[in-house]
């Protein structure tokens, strides 16, 4: 189970990353083995692992990523004269910033 959760769902699943009850379900389903979501989560407790939090890069599945990349990273290694070379992070729910007592939820 441990070794599962630090896998990503299969491509199929549509899932960025495990939840208790679909790693659950996924194994009673593909491995049968029966176990709740509450043990799911009293392992992932006992383990602290935190599937919805990773801590690695996760790629794209635009299908333009590779050469999206390649544009960025030339702009960094070769940036045209007198360039400033920004990065941006979009983010869902994030809010712009209206003033120094407010941020991003």
Not at 32 to 46: D, L, P, T
Not at 50 to 76: C, M, Q, W
Request: charged share 25%; aromatic share 8%.
């Amino acid at each position: 189970m441990i070794t599962l959760t630090r896998t990503s769902p299969p491509a199929e699943s549509g899932l960025s990353h495990w939840s208790t009850r679909t790693l659950a379900d996924h194994l009673k389903r593909r491995e049968g083995i029966s176990v709740s979501w509450h043990y799911v989560a009293r392992i992932w407790r006992e383990e602290n692992l935190k599937p919805h939090r990773p801590g690695t890069f996760e790629i794209s599945n635009d299908p333009a990523f590779a050469e999206k990349v390649a544009d960025v990273v030339g702009l960094y290694l070769a940036p045209p004269g007198g360039a400033v070379v920004l990065s941006i992070d979009e983010r869902r729910r994030c809010r712009p910033w209206t003033g120094p007592t407010q941020c991003c939820r």
